[in-house]
């Protein structure tokens, strides 16, 4: 019930490409999904965040898709530059109450120039 | 400066031995985390605090022990390390029960 199943677990993509990476949680229950990005020797930052009253958010070149109905969400990086090339997390949980967040495997992604 | 600090950044240390790693946050805010990373099962919750005083286990909490004497302090402990508790040790905070967390940088500590 407290898992998010993240995949794939490594990405290689093009310079210019899309690169998609998805997350599946079982808590029917969470209402809030963050994504954050981790950058070697770094610790994680916030990159972007849903809740799940609305299907889609996008800042810049992130974009996140919500499918409540199939307990999914989907970090899309739009023209994926080498500085993009990170290890990235899905989570979730409660907006209600003392908030714990639960993560995602992680993916590495790369974007080769 | 302004921040997160996580201290040391790299510990290399014996089994059994006590292991304390600190964390400090000059942003006065009220929670406070540990998470553990490892590859194959990314950031696990250790434990939290709400505010001084007041802690609570999370998702992985066994062989370790924390304290919050101060808002802006909080070490975690290993009292026997374990090869098991080889990790990358990440301290975070928010200001509001709901929200942003913000990451130290780490702790990379290595049982023998």
């Known amino acids: 019930q407290q898992q998010v199943k993240q995949s794939p677990q490594s990405l290689i993509v093009q310079k210019g490409g899309i690169s998609i990476i998805n997350c599946a949680y079982e808590?029917?229950?969470?209402?809030?999904f963050p994504w954050y990005q981790q950058f070697p020797g770094k610790g994680p930052a916030l990159l972007i965040a849903?809740?799940?009253?609305?299907s889609e958010k996008k800042e810049g070149r992130f974009t996140i898709s919500f499918n409540k109905s199939a307990k999914q969400f989907s970090l899309h990086i739009m023209d994926s530059q080498p500085g993009d090339s990170a290890t990235y997390f899905c989570?979730?949980?409660?907006?209600?109450?003392?908030?714990?967040?639960?993560f995602g495997t992680g993916t590495r992604l790369l974007v080769s120039p | 400066d302004a921040g997160i600090t996580q201290s040391p950044r790299y510990k290399i240390t014996e089994t059994g031995r006590q292991v304390t790693l600190m964390c400090h946050q000059t942003w006065s805010h009220s929670y406070m985390f540990w998470y553990r990373q490892d590859l194959g099962h990314g950031l696990r919750l250790i434990y939290y605090s709400a505010a001084a005083d007041i802690t609570d286990k999370g998702e992985v909490p066994d062989g370790y022990v924390v304290s919050r004497s101060k808002t802006e302090n909080f070490p975690l402990t290993l009292e026997s390390a374990t090869r098991s508790q080889t990790s990358v040790y990440f301290c975070?905070?928010?200001?509001?029960?709901?929200?942003?967390?913000?990451f130290g940088e780490g702790s990379r500590l290595t049982v023998l």
């Open positions: 989570a979730a949980s409660l907006n209600t109450g003392f908030q714990k967040l639960v």
């Open positions: 975070a905070s928010r200001n509001r029960v709901v929200g942003e967390l913000f």
């Open positions: 808590n029917t229950a969470f209402d809030y």
């Open positions: 849903i809740r799940p009253d609305v």
